[in-house]
C-alpha cells in the first residue's frame, strides 16, 4: 500500500523567515493524522506545500505515491482540501456554489450536490446567497466542496475552524465515519490539543517549523502527568503523616497533599489506610490527571508562559 503522504526534510523560507524547517512525516493510508501547533507554526504553509499551491525552498512531498510538483491531474481527483476561508462566490447559493465546483469535477454525478449538503448538515441552508451565511457555515461548504468527489485523501487546515460546539462535534463524526467506514485518509492541522486528541490516531506536534514530537493517542494518554490529591481536617498534620510513611508528598497553595509517585498513585489505598491508621482520615482522595492544554504548552516549551504569549 503506498504511504497517503511523505515528506523528507521539507523547509520553506520566505526572505528571513524559516515557516517551515526540516520537516518529515510519514501518514499512513486510512489514518486520521493531527497536525498540531500554536499560530505561526508552519502548518499553513506546510499543507500549501502538500498540496502543491506554494513550492519548497527544499525537500520533497509525495502524496498517494506522487512527488510533486506533478502534471498528473488523476492525483488531484483523489485528493479533497480546506485551506483557510475556503473561497465561494457570495452572490451564488450553496448549492448553486456547490454544482459550479461539481462541473469542475469530471464524472461527479449530480446528485453528489445533495448528498454533500446533508452529510454537512446544510439542508436549511441550500437556497441562501453564500455571501450571508455565517463563518460557521461557510466553513461547512468548504468541507463539502472537499467532499464532493468523494475523495480517498482529505487534507484539511483547521477544520473546525469558526464552528460552534456542536459543529465541531459533528465534524469530528463526521471524519470519523469517513475513516473507519470508509478508510479515508484523514489529514488535518489545528492548535487545539483537546480537539484532535478525541479524533486523531496520530499527532504531529510543529512548532517554530520544526516537527517536535509524534504520538500516538494512546502515548499521549501516558505521557500526561498524574497526581494524587489528597485533602484532610488537617492538611499539615496529614502531609507529616504521609511524608512519615515514605511518600513524596507537598502542600498546593490551596492546602490540599500533592504525591506524583507512582506508587502513590496506582495505590491511593495504602495513602488512606496510612491516613485512617493515624486519626487523620482523608476527606477528599483523587487521581487528576493534566489537562491537555498545559500539557501541550509544556512541549512546546511554553508552560511557563509570560505575558507576551
Ligand atoms: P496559523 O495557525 O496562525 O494559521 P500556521 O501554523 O498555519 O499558523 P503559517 O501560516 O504556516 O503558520 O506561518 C508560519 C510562518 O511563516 C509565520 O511566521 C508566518 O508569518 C510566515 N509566513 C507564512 N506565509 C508567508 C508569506 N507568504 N510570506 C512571508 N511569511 C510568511
Do not use: C
Not at 517554530?208 to 498534620?237: F, K, P, S, Y
Request: glycine share 10%.
Amino acid at each position: 500500500m503506498v504511504t497517503a503522504i511523505e515528506t523528507d526534510k521539507l523547509i520553506k523560507r520566505y526572505g528571513a523567515v524559516t515557516a517551515v524547517d526540516g520537516l518529515t512525516l510519514r501518514v499512513e493510508q486510512g489514518e486520521i493524522y493531527a497536525f498540531l501547533g500554536l499560530n505561526g507554526a508552519g502548518k499553513t504553509t506546510t499543507i500549501r506545500m502538500l498540496l502543491g499551491m506554494v513550492k519548497p525552498t527544499a525537500g520533497q512531498v509525495r502524496v498517494l505515491g506522487a512527488s510533486l510538483p506533478t502534471g498528473d491531474r488523476q492525483l488531484w481527483n483523489a485528493v479533497g482540501y480546506l485551506v483557510e476561508t475556503p473561497h465561494a462566490y457570495p452572490e451564488l447559493t450553496v448549492r448553486e456554489n456547490l454544482e459550479v465546483m461539481r462541473r469542475l469535477r469530471p464524472g461527479v454525478e449530480p446528485a453528489a450536490v445533495s448528498r454533500v449538503i446533508d452529510r454537512l448538515g446544510l439542508a436549511a441552508y441550500a437556497d441562501r446567497r453564500t455571501g450571508t451565511l455565517s463563518l460557521g457555515n461557510q466553513q461547512r461548504l468548504g468541507l463539502a466542496k472537499a467532499l464532493l468527489h468523494t475523495p480517498p485523501l482529505l487534507i484539511l487546515d483547521e477544520p473546525a475552524n469558526g464552528l460552534d460546539p456542536a459543529g465541531i462535534v459533528e465534524i469530528r463524526h463526521l471524519l470519523l465515519d469517513l475513516a473507519r467506514q470508509e478508510g479515508v485518509t484523514v489529514f488535518m492541522s489545528s492548535h487545539i490539543l483537546g480537539e484532535v486528541a478525541r479524533l486523531a490516531d496520530r499527532i504531529g506536534i510543529i512548532h517554530q517549523g520544526q516537527l517536535l514530537q509524534e504520538l500516538d493517542v494512546a502515548e499521549l494518554e501516558r505521557n500526561r502527568r498524574r497526581r494524587l490529591i489528597v485533602r484532610a481536617h488537617d492538611g499539615r498534620v496529614a502531609l507529616a503523616v504521609l511524608l512519615n510513611a515514605g511518600f513524596a508528598a507537598s502542600l498546593t497553595a490551596d492546602g490540599a497533599i500533592e504525591l506524583t509517585d507512582n506508587a502513590a498513585i496506582e495505590r491511593p489505598d495504602e495513602v488512606a489506610t496510612q491516613l485512617v491508621l493515624a486519626g487523620h482520615p482523608p476527606t477528599r482522595l483523587a487521581v487528576e490527571q493534566e489537562d491537555l492544554e498545559p500539557y501541550f504548552l509544556r512541549l512546546v516549551g511554553l508552560d511557563r508562559a509570560g505575558p507576551d504569549v
